[in-house]
């Protein structure tokens, strides 16, 4: 019964965030402009990468290594509610802030689906270790999927800059970095050839100088991490 708890969470969550995406494709239709545009994909986007975590938790195998810390437990429950604490823009905020933070959020949104599809079902709510994923946005830094939200969550900080927003992503950067943390401890204890990609392949910001032969080992240890 508790694992279909957290696939039929995500799915009401799908449908709630697509009745919110079809509203704002419509504004975008009767409103042609850039923003109206950027804010319909954004939520868009969000929808289909909720309706993946719905898919990729249903009926999918024990992970190797569980997490039941309540720092981890606590960790995540700041995140969700950090996300649902963020102010839309008001009226006076400026535009140019607003489309830059929409686009950031957009792109945010972008990386983290490729991400979420390259994770599959080892996608997981909480730092366990289902499978070490090194394919796709996995060959560029160890947790893409913490990325993906935090990009998205700094453009809607930026759309709407307060010294609220600014603090709830601040503390929602903090809560995913303690994810991380509980989340590689997991994975080095279930895969002994972790460590060997941590230490090629950085934690959470790309390496612009990543050489190819980098890219091309990361690619071949193709077993099915967590985000």
């Known amino acids: 019964m508790g694992a279909r708890l957290v696939p039929a969470a995500f799915a009401a969550a799908a449908v709630v965030t697509g009745a919110h995406a079809a509203d704002r494709v419509a504004d975008a239709l009767s409103h042609p402009g850039g923003r109206p545009a950027l804010v319909a994909i954004y939520y868009v986007l969000r929808t289909i990468i909720v309706a993946a975590f719905a898919a990729f938790t249903w009926r999918r195998a024990e992970p190797y290594r569980r997490s039941r810390e309540p720092l981890a ?6 995140a969700i509610a950090a996300v649902l604490a963020f102010t839309p823009p008001g009226g006076g905020s ?8 929409d686009l ?24 366990e270790a289902r ?8 060959r560029a830094v160890r947790h893409p999927v913490y990325l993906g939200e935090i990009t998205a969550c700094a453009g809607l900080a930026l759309a709407a800059p307060s010294l609220r927003n600014g603090l709830v992503l601040a503390v929602f950067v903090g809560a995913q970095l303690v994810r991380m943390g509980f ?15 941590a230490e090629r392949t950085p934690r959470l910001v790309p390496r612009p100088g990543l050489s190819r032969r980098t890219i091309a080992d990361a690619t071949a240890a193709h077993a099915p991490g967590a985000h």
């Open 73 to 78: 437990l606590g960790a995540c429950a700041v």
């Open 94 to 101: 400026a535009q140019g802030l607003m489309l830059a933070g």
């Open 131 to 138: 499978g070490l994923v090194t394919r796709g946005p996995y």
């Open 183 to 197: 989340e590689e401890r997991a994975l080095t204890h279930a895969f002994p050839e972790y460590a060997a990609y």
């Open 104 to 127: 950031v959020a957009v792109l945010g949104c972008l990386w983290l689906l490729a991400s979420v599809l390259a994770l599959g079902r080892c996608f997981g709510v909480l730092p």
